[in-house]
């Protein structure tokens, strides 16, 4: 209860598909540019459900579900992190009722 | 009801060929190659409505006359022993104890089919039962039923033992015809269905240890003595596996029909230090759970159906009151979770959302909302995966949320009961 929350999460998926896709590259990058950086956290995400359009980042409380995420998606991400623009065209092809389901669970606390 | 047994018939350990022999076995073998048709087999086999025992229970007739219908030249048949449900040892009791049983069972659906290759897939950590399969060939071999001509007919057959990997998945028929073939043992998109495109795309059949080993008998005996025994849906009898907090812990096998209570009290002797019962997982981890007044179900894949849960492969699980509901499905969830073999997004996903809501759960960490999202995760993925794991997490979880709320309340940081922490 007495916990602080950050006020922005980055999530990264370190499952299977995404791992073999370079998400473990993507997640060190993330850190690297956002350590230090107040009120944002990267963490790890077990699985979002979108395999096939790994590796996945998402920004919460943003809503931004980032897909096919490279490593020269990273500084644009980054930047979403510290409250600049969503990264627009990282946000096309994953299922929307997936993402739905996805924020319902970041929403009920399933971080 | 005839309480008679079709598959534990040995009073004296396992069955030895001498003593399978002299109680008839491999005459319906014998019969079938030299003066039967591969017709007149699957003909009684469709009679006499066996069902897979392997949990799925589909009709044995029905494969075998996919396969047997599917023009080709080479066929295949498979005995799928690559059990690995967790608490079950029915197939594994059979091949230790059995071994010619569930091969002449083998013999006669190769027979049936056209296949000319068999083949025994096996968990290969069940070396006991390997090594009673080894021995049973070469005494099937030296007797002249295995090979080129079978019984001096001129059906040739050859039959090999191969090693399965010990994952949940490597027992699903289409990744026993991946493990066959050489690849990773993990289920193909289906269909095509193995009865038409199996090991290396031609018709297999593949059924499991139990439902081979029934079939000697309803060849030799006939379809109409099968139906006999059990109910008109399900002809015949099964093994049940009691392993877990009973008195008398074991591999039951019962007619179709018995009620669940002559398994728990007269078989398994009711709980160990009779503890009252709270609830019943009658078909392993993808079944739903039961109540105690379950106890008078007759022991039927309908009865069980229709009751909400399913007999599965036979492995029933009895729970004493005071058993945490929430740590029950927390470790079905981690098996789940554990087992997924990453091949299909959804799967993951689920069974990934899934253990992680409950271990919010056991944590104190879960409000009810979070908790809530179980139906929508597996709302979300329902049917989604390349084989029936994706389907198994939800009816042990759903029916515990149904059954036993005040488990999870408990544990809830809001809208708990009174009693919440």
Partial sequence: MFEQEKARLVLVCQNVDCLARGADKIIRALEERLSGEEGVEVKPYMCFGACQDGPNVVVYPDRAFYSHVQLADVDDIANHAKGGPAVQRLEEGVDPSLKALIFELLDAGLV | ?421
Wanted: proline content about 7%.
């Fill in chain 2, 1 to 421: 009801m005839s309480m008679e047994r079709i598959l534990l018939t040995s009073e004296a350990g396992p069955e030895r060929f001498a003593d399978y022999e002299r109680q008839g076995g491999y005459t319906a073998w014998r019969r079938a190659v030299t003066e039967g048709r591969p017709e007149q087999v699957l003909a009684e086999i469709v009679a006499s409505g066996l069902r897979g025992r392997g949990g799925a229970a589909f009709p044995v007739g029905k494969k075998w006359q996919i396969a047997a219908e599917t023009p080709a030249e080479h066929k295949y048949v498979v005995c799928n022993g690559g059990e690995d449900e967790p608490g079950s040892r029915k197939d594994r009791f059979l091949l230790e104890n059995y071994p010619h049983k569930v091969l002449e069972g083998l013999l006669l659906a190769a027979y049936a089919v056209g296949a000319h290759e068999a083949i025994l897939y096996v968990n290969h950590q069940y070396q006991q039962a390997q090594a009673a399969l080894e021995q049973a060939l070469a005494e099937a071999r030296a007797a002249g039923y295995i090979g080129p001509r079978a019984c001096g007919s001129d059906f040739a057959i050859a039959v090999r033992l191969h090693a399965a990997p010990s994952t949940y998945v490597a027992g699903e028929d289409s990744a026993a015809v991946n493990s066959i073939e050489g690849q990773p043992a993990k289920p193909r998109q289906k269909p095509p269905y193995p009865a038409t495109a199996g090991i290396h795309g031609r018709p297999t059949v593949v059924n499991n240890v139990e439902t081979l080993a029934n079939v000697p008998a309803i060849v030799r005996r006939g379809a109409a003595w099968f139906r006999s025994i059990g109910t008109t849906n399900s002809p015949g009898t099964m093994l049940f596996t009691v392993l877990e907090g009973v008195k008398r812990p074991g591999i039951y096998e019962l007619p179709f029909g018995t009620p669940l209570r002559y398994l728990y009290e007269a078989c398994a002797g009711g709980l160990a230090d009779d503890r009252p019962l709270k609830a019943i997982l009658p078909g392993g981890p993808s079944s739903g759970f039961l109540t105690p007044d379950a106890l008078d179900l007759p022991l039927d894949y309908q009865a069980f159906r229709e009751a909400g849960s399913a007999l599965g492969c036979g492995v029933m699980t009895f729970y004493p009151e005071g058993t945490d509901m929430v740590d029950v499905v927390l470790q079905i969830a981690e098996f789940f979770a554990r087992e997924s073999c990453g091949q299909c997004p959804k799967c993951q996903f689920e069974t990934q959302q899934l253990l992680r809501i409950l271990q919010l759960v056991k944590a104190g960490k879960a409000t009810r909302a979070a908790l809530a999202m179980v139906d929508k995760v597996i709302e979300q993925s329902r049917g989604q995966g390349w084989c029936s794991l994706i389907n198994m997490p939800g009816p042990p979880l759903t029916s515990a949320l149904r059954l036993f709320p005040e488990d999870f309340a408990r544990y809830l940081t809001n809208g708990g009961s009174p009693a919440a922490r």
